[in-house]
């Protein structure tokens, strides 16, 4: 199909004139672009802010669990190594004692008790 | 830095992405001012649709918004603007190949006519967004960018990473695409 060259240009200014851009946006446009944008500010900056809180939390935990525990410290420490203090067996006694009181005497049973009595040995002899 | 960057860096455009840089809102909203139109058209033609046009105009304006401190003014704005929407664009055409496309309003499709010759340009509108949408992503963006947006050649290859040669080429593919298109009607 064979076509004049006159009609050829005519296409041409026609594909030119409806590519124009058309009368698009506004006021409104712009007013909900710049809503958008703040809202989107204010996510970045809650998402960095949680982003920084967890790291710093995780630190802590990090710089805790790798904290050095010396013999005597509080606390129960690995059977083995270091060993409770006296201070803790007797803390223990206290609690144990105090349970004691609190609880009924059918719960608190003959086994729990002997539990505790090896339990109690075993701090006094380390 | 060289002369074409100091032209480019006076340019009232970067000026205006260095205020928005500084947190100035009031140069942000200035700059969407003055780019909607062409950002809106160029979706617009990409889409059909003026409502998807509107959504991914924002998303260009939230990612420059983004990018402002980062921005140096090295070619013309134009050219990082529609590089970014150019982005955009190809991540909606590969979020669509995931999803099922949603039903295109009656009303973005068909407006009024009140006499028989606004019927023919409706018609003709209609033929030739359809032939727009049918044509290669970069034929289609390489024209609007051309015709539309009226980029030079070297600043299209820019945006879309590729030679002039190549642009060329694509342009002339659009333009017989459309032509065979508009053959038919005119």
């Given at each position: 199909m064979t076509h004049d060259p006159q009609d050829l240009s005519a296409e041409d200014a026609r594909i030119d004139e409806l590519l124009q851009p058309r009368e698009l946006g506004g006021d409104l446009f712009v007013a909900w672009t710049l809503d958008a944008i703040r809202q989107d500010t204010r996510r970045r900056r809650l998402r960095a802010f949680w982003t920084s809180t967890s790291v710093l939390a995780a630190s802590v935990v990090l710089v805790f669990s790798l904290w050095p525990v010396k013999p005597g410290d509080n606390g129960l420490q690995m059977a083995g190594k270091t060993g409770p203090s006296t201070a803790d067996a007797a803390l223990y006694g206290e609690m144990l004692a105090l349970e004691d009181l609190l609880l009924p005497a059918d719960i608190f049973a003959q086994e729990e008790n002997q539990q505790t009595l090896d339990f109690l040995i075993y701090l006094t002899q380390n | 830095m060289n002369d074409e960057t100091v032209d480019h860096g006076q340019s009232e455009d970067a000026l205006l992405m260095q205020a928005v840089a500084r947190g100035d809102e009031r140069a942000l909203g200035e700059l969407i001012q003055r780019w909607q139109r062409p950002v809106l058209n160029f979706f617009y033609r990409s889409l059909g649709s003026g409502g998807d046009a509107e959504d991914l105009a924002q998303a260009v304006f939230i990612k420059l918004h983004r990018a402002a401190p980062r921005?140096?003014?090295?070619?013309?704005f134009s050219t990082y603007l529609f590089h970014i929407a150019r982005r955009v664009l190809l991540n909606e055409f590969r979020r669509r190949g995931r999803k099922p496309l949603d039903p295109v309003a009656p009303e973005d499709l068909v407006a009024t006519a009140s006499s028989n010759s606004d019927l023919q340009l409706l018609e003709l509108e209609e033929i030739f967004q359809r032939s727009l949408e049918r044509m290669p992503e970069n034929h289609r963006t390489a024209i609007l960018l051309l015709k539309?947006?009226?980029?030079s050649y070297a600043e299209i290859a820019e945006i879309m990473e590729t030679t002039e040669g190549m642009v060329k080429t694509w342009i002339f593919r659009a333009r017989t695409i459309l032509k065979e298109e508009l053959r038919n009607i005119l």
């Amino acid at each position: 199909m064979t076509h004049d060259p006159q009609d050829l240009s005519a296409e041409d200014a026609r594909i030119d004139e409806l590519l124009q851009p058309r009368e698009l946006g506004g006021d409104l446009f712009v007013a909900w672009t710049l809503d958008a944008i703040r809202q989107d500010t204010r996510r970045r900056r809650l998402r960095a802010f949680w982003t920084s809180t967890s790291v710093l939390a995780a630190s802590v935990v990090l710089v805790f669990s790798l904290w050095p525990v010396k013999p005597g410290d509080n606390g129960l420490q690995m059977a083995g190594k270091t060993g409770p203090s006296t201070a803790d067996a007797a803390l223990y006694g206290e609690m144990l004692a105090l349970e004691d009181l609190l609880l009924p005497a059918d719960i608190f049973a003959q086994e729990e008790n002997q539990q505790t009595l090896d339990f109690l040995i075993y701090l006094t002899q380390n | 830095m060289n002369d074409e960057t100091v032209d480019h860096g006076q340019s009232e455009d970067a000026l205006l992405m260095q205020a928005v840089a500084r947190g100035d809102e009031r140069a942000l909203g200035e700059l969407i001012q003055r780019w909607q139109r062409p950002v809106l058209n160029f979706f617009y033609r990409s889409l059909g649709s003026g409502g998807d046009a509107e959504d991914l105009a924002q998303a260009v304006f939230i990612k420059l918004h983004r990018a402002a401190p980062r921005y140096r003014p090295t070619a013309r704005f134009s050219t990082y603007l529609f590089h970014i929407a150019r982005r955009v664009l190809l991540n909606e055409f590969r979020r669509r190949g995931r999803k099922p496309l949603d039903p295109v309003a009656p009303e973005d499709l068909v407006a009024t006519a009140s006499s028989n010759s606004d019927l023919q340009l409706l018609e003709l509108e209609e033929i030739f967004q359809r032939s727009l949408e049918r044509m290669p992503e970069n034929h289609r963006t390489a024209i609007l960018l051309l015709k539309q947006q009226e980029l030079s050649y070297a600043e299209i290859a820019e945006i879309m990473e590729t030679t002039e040669g190549m642009v060329k080429t694509w342009i002339f593919r659009a333009r017989t695409i459309l032509k065979e298109e508009l053959r038919n009607i005119l």
